[in-house]
């Protein structure tokens, strides 16, 4: 039985190719979405209760082999995932989506993490925030700006900076979706997260067509030595050779 740590598109995709090739698989989400996008296979929604619950899991499920799907940047999941099976002996794969490279057109910043944003960001500047719910409150450094911050669920605590108000949304969006958005919000800066993937480029493209500049933070780096794959088939033929 495989563990698929799950909460990404590509998560799911590899979820309906494991189905579609007879692979015994549970997806685990950590259940921070409200009524997240079904799995076609057996899903469990909830964390593990820390590194002894997670270990606890793996021994009553049966679980044979880890496929961590999660996002690029959670990276307490990943390293504690790889480092507890590195420890049993349990096959351990990291699928990580390619990070997003810039085109021609785009005025693209990098920032090192989020404090290195108010290096990047000009004081006072309008900002559309991309990177989820739980960094919002991180942004304490830029409260000199305007900021509006995207979100799947509309949240039930207030906006916790003084200037700004949740945007809720629930992807995809496309390119023109995004574009109406800029338009009517007239953010000077989009800040993101380089995670990748083909679903969320569609801000970025808008961003470039409104003339608009980019922070991106860097994705951290992860653990050393652990087996990767950036295309899901790769995933894919990984769990097949087990």
Known sequence: MILLLAGTTEARNLAGYLAAHDVACVASLAGVTRDPVAYPVETRVGGFGG????????????????????????TRITERTARICAARGVPYLRYERPMWLSRQGDTWHEAADVADLARVIPRGKRIFLATGRQSVGDMTHLEHSAIWARVIDAPDAPFPLPRGDWIVGRPPFSQADEQVLFTDLKPDWLVVKNAGGAAG??????????????????????????????????????????
Do not use: N
């Open 51 to 74: 590194a002894d619950g997670f270990c606890a899991y793996l021994d009553a499920a049966g679980i044979t082999a880890v496929i961590d799907a999660t996002h690029p940047f959670a």
């Open 201 to 242: 480029r569609a801000k970025l493209d808008a961003a470039r067509a409104c003339g608009m500049s980019v922070a991106m933070i860097a994705r951290p780096k992860g653990p050393d030595g652990i087996t990767r794959r950036e295309q899901l088939l790769d995933a894919l033929e990984w769990a097949l050779t087990l």
